[in-house]
């Protein structure tokens, strides 16, 4: 018999084959739409910065306005053929800005062609605020066990990071040598294998719900409540459960301690590690080999040591790596200490996969998803404000000496940053107690819910890029 190299079970391959597929795709026409407007549209002129910060404003306001309520949508109906039509949309709203952009780049106003790019970003933005959740609950119930899931989790993340190591790369030559539309068909083409894959798979597992003819959702009596009432059941839902708030409590401290990097990082290289500004983009290679390496060892680190130890392990060792970097002088150093620092922090990541599941029953895995993701990301465009503001204006004068140690505004700011991390493990060890598995209740104690397991959906990571990359719609496939 002929061997057949599977990830997990066949379905889980199959989907993870078209959202690999997807990923590179989401690579590639994010940095082909901010190249473009960079470097054609905005050519020599003072607002291009601007309207390339367009595009990532774009992609946050549809996480924040609409990902809130996508989770009540996503709980109603068959979550398949949401993630089904999701991608049909998406793949026509790509076709749409294809068509156009064999226009030469003067056939339409400035103006129009941003617009057009913005709204398009929005809309590819607020579809993915359905497929995520879908995705979540889909997943939940093709693969089980806290290993398994932690295994999946760190196979997407894995893949989330080659993507975006093989993407850009083709973008550039696509763009320049091709040109804009063939950049952007590359993407919906990414759609198509996306929806063949997902068609692929058979889900019968509760996260489909009671299916009716054709593949469809019954409706029960649940989904004909309001709106309202639902959302504010699975507001109620989450606020209500110690364990899920904990969650949610160390993704977001965690992001405000690793925030820093992505603001913060390219002036370190340049200041404090003493580095051509050409050799920043090999700090973001260390991080994402770091990213890649614990993403493959997540799965054997749950094994071994439980989802919730994981957790606060990675934490714990992430802070004390992220203050060890902020000291770094020389460049080599910088480089070394960033992969390390990486991998533990992909590990926990990988970790609060199984532990986000085990708190989130199918009836509310939409609504649960549905407040970390607009939390996190709020988070982290909080994280890299605040941390820009302070290294560039309250601490902009610090400096000097402690111990025979030189500080600067930016290490200062990224010392306390892994001081954050480090206090986020102390807490993680506090109020993740108790053994791992499914079956146990939310909280660890009464009053919250218990729940049974489910699949893997990849958590909202704290995320760890130092370099700022272009996120037109990264993600909205993968790692969500």
């Known amino acids: 018999m002929t061997p057949r190299l599977t990830l997990i079970n066949r379905d889980y391959t199959r989907l993870w084959f078209g959202q690999a597929v997807s990923s590179v795709g989401d690579a590639v026409f994010s940095t082909t739409l901010v190249l473009w407007v960079a470097t054609v549209l905005g050519k020599g002129q ?13 992609s946050g306001i549809a996480v924040l306005v609409i990902g809130p309520l996508a989770g009540v949508f996503v709980d109603r109906w068959d979550k398949r053929a949401t993630m089904l039509r999701t991608e049909v949309l998406r793949g026509g709203l790509v076709a749409v800005l294809t068509a156009v952009a064999f226009l030469p780049a003067g056939a339409l106003p400035t103006g129009a062609w941003l617009t057009l790019i913005y709204v398009t970003v929005l809309l590819l933005h607020a579809a993915g605020q359905f497929f995520s959740p ?29 993507a975006w190591i093989i993407g850009p790369p083709l973008a ?40 009716g003819p ?60 003493h580095a051509d500004a050409h ?14 390496a614990g993403a493959l060892l997540g799965g054997r680190a749950v094994q071994w040591l439980g989802a919730r130890r994981t957790t606060w392990i990675g934490l714990l060792v992430s802070g004390v790596l992220l203050v060890a970097y902020s000291r770094q002088t020389g460049f080599l150093g910088g480089v070394a200490l960033l992969f390390v620092f990486t991998v533990p922090l992909t590990l926990l990541n990988t970790a609060m996969s199984p532990l986000l599941l085990a708190a989130a029953p199918p009836d ?31 601490l902009r004068d610090v400096g000097g000496s402690l111990g025979g140690l030189r500080f600067g505004p930016v290490d200062t700011v990224i010392a306390a940053s892994g001081l954050i991390v480090l ?58």
């Open 134 to 162: 879908a995705r979540f609950a889909v997943l939940a119930d093709l693969v089980t066990g806290d290993a398994d899931r932690a295994r999946a989790a760190g196979i997407a993340q894995a893949t989330g990071e080659t």
């Open 46 to 58: 003072s607002w291009a910065p601007v309207a390339v910060s367009g595009i990532v404003m774009a």
């Open 279 to 292: 050799l920043y983009g090999y700090l973001g290679m260390a991080m994402g080999a770091g990213g890649i």
């Open 172 to 211: 550039a030559p696509l763009l320049f040598t091709a040109g804009l539309q063939w950049a952007l068909l590359f993407n919906g083409l990414s759609y198509a294998v996306s929806y063949v894959a997902i068609r692929s798979i058979g889900v019968r597992g509760p996260g489909t719900g009671p299916a």
């Open 364 to 394: 509310y895995r939409g609504r649960v998803m549905a407040v970390f993701y607009p939390v996190t990301r709020l988070a982290s465009m909080f994280s890299a404000a605040l941390s820009g503001w302070l290294a560039g204006s309250v």
């Open 423 to 480: 206090v986020s493990g102390v807490f993680a060890m506090a109020a993740l107690p108790g053994a791992d598995g499914a079956g146990k209740t939310a909280g660890g104690s009464g009053g919250d819910t218990a729940v049974p397991s489910g699949g893997r959906p990849p958590p909202p990571r704290l995320r760890h890029r130092p370099v700022q990359r272009p996120l037109a719609h990264r993600r909205t496939r993968s790692n969500e």
């Open 214 to 273: 054709g593949g469809a959702q019954k409706p029960t009596e649940r989904q004909r409540g309001s709106l309202r009432r639902e959302f504010i059941d699975g507001l109620r839902f989450f606020a209500g459960s110690r364990f899920l708030v904990a969650l949610l409590l160390l993704a977001v401290i965690g992001q405000f301690g690793v925030g820093a990097l992505g603001t913060l990082n390219v002036f370190f290289a340049t200041d404090n590690l």
